[in-house]
């Protein structure tokens, strides 16, 4: 539905508006914007609509919501005699603005008066035109006040300029960007910062341009005065190892996990250590290189230097009793079993290899926890379920049980095959 938009200039001929004065069908809702300008001798004073309302600015937006009456009044300029106006115009509207301002200025005959045009973004300045049509393109420019004049400051459209950014990595897949690797348009003169991450196993080098100047900052800025390729170098990182060295005392005492011997590791590797006893003999603690004691069966050594590490173990009277194991599935258990004395309770961890998760236990003191622990009052013969991942476990107890319709479909399928083999053998 439309709406009806009446323009209208108040006096006559002292000035004029855009969109001019007239009656216009506007589309409701739409926002119409509304500028007045001043002829020679007059100057813009306000809007006014239809119930009185006044705006005191020569450009306006309007919502056409209703109809709308609107009109621009203008007073006269009274010029004492010995003066001259001096009215400024910048076109197209928005496109600039000027010293002395856009309006009707006054000066003494005579006066020089120095006008000068300043673009808004976007534009650039192109000529001066004044009332009797005279061009001028320098700026600023000197007018001499000898009568009144209209000048108005012609402005255009630039079309800003814009560069290539290309960003590369190499090798290929070795880190990241940001921006992201590409190439993106940027306008003349931005200063665009560019900034990369190493992937596991590499680690950055330099930033080269594509005149082969070099930049060892992780963060760099290009600033977009041509087109600009810029590549992140990785290399494949030095990986610090150190060995840790793994003995028992006495010999023959008892077992290690890892085994008793000598192995390297990355720097900051974390490294669980397990001492399992033989027969007549108890697990008494760990030493290592420093002289410091552990006496937990199972302990963790972190790889920043080599290390040696020692599983002391004692003779033993008691009464001791076998910890096995079976695991169904793929994973596997700290401590991984072994030889303990009568009473001890011996905390058991899984670990299930990556697409498998943990289950159950069977023969453990809580068959659902994990970790869980087993107190040792006989030979105990542990059962570690590890299920593929979304699998369903057995039934509970039962690690890995099959389910009993299971069963008898199989018994059926069993059954049903010595019924045939006897019928041929017939």
């Known amino acids: 539905m439309n709406k009806q938009l009446t323009v209208l200039v108040s006096p006559p001929n002292s000035g004029w508006t855009m969109p001019p004065v007239g009656t216009y069908s506007i589309i409701e809702g739409t926002m119409v914007r509304l500028d007045a300008l001043a002829n020679p001798g007059f100057f813009f004073s306000y809007w006014e609509d239809e119930v009185g309302n006044r705006i005191y600015g020569p450009a306006v937006l309007l919502p056409m919501d209703i109809d709308h009456t609107v009109t621009a009044y203008f007073s006269e300029t009274v010029i004492p005699p010995g003066y001259q106006a001096l009215r400024m115009e910048v076109s197209p509207a928005d496109s600039g ?3 002395p301002s856009v309006g009707v200025n006054v000066y003494a005959k005579d006066t020089p008066v120095l006008l000068t045009a300043y673009p808004n973004s976007g534009y650039a300045f192109v000529k001066w035109i004044d009332s009797a049509g005279k061009v001028g393109v320098t700026n600023p420019i000197l007018v001499m006040m000898d009568k009144d004049y209209t000048v108005t400051a012609y402005f255009k459209v630039v079309e800003t300029l814009k560069y290539d950014l290309t960003v590369v990595v190499d090798p290929a897949d070795s880190g990241w960007t940001e921006p992201p690797i590409g190439t993106y348009s940027y306008d003349a003169g931005a200063v665009v910062a560019v900034t990369t991450l190493s992937r596991a196993g590499y680690e950055f080098e330099y930033w080269e341009d594509e005149t082969g ?9 290009v600033t977009m005065g041509s087109d600009h390729t810029v590549t992140a170098y990785f290399k494949i990182a030095e990986v610090t190892q150190y060995d840790l060295t793994i003995a028992v005392a006495p010999l023959d005492s008892g077992r290690t996990e890892p085994p008793v011997g000598t192995y390297p590791y990355d720097e900051g590797t974390v490294v669980i250590l397990s001492a399992l006893a033989y027969t007549n003999y108890e697990f008494d603690y760990w030493e290592d290189e420093t002289g410091n004691k552990i006496y937990d069966r199972t302990i963790q050594v972190t790889m920043g230097s080599d290390h040696a590490v020692t599983a002391h173990f004692k003779p033993t009277t008691a009464t001791q ?4 194991v079976e695991i169904r599935g793929s994973g596997s258990m700290i401590p991984g079993g072994g030889i303990f004395n009568e009473g001890d309770v011996v905390q058991l961890t899984a670990y299930p290899n990556s697409g498998w998760e ?23 013969p542990i059962v570690i379920t590890f299920v593929e991942t979304g699998e369903e476990p057995g039934e509970p107890g039962e690690p890995g049980g099959i389910d009993l319709s299971e069963m008898m ?17 017939g």
């Open 321 to 324: 009793y076998t910890l096995s």
């Open 213 to 221: 100047n070099r930049v060892y900052d992780l963060a760099i800025q």
């Open 409 to 425: 479909s199989m018994m059926m399928v069993v059954m049903m095959m010595s019924v045939m083999m006897e019928s041929g053998g």
């Open 97 to 99: 603005y000027t010293e």
């Open 358 to 380: 943990f289950s159950e236990w069977y023969g453990t003191d809580n068959d659902t926890m994990n970790p869980t622990a087993v107190t040792m009052t006989q030979d105990k």
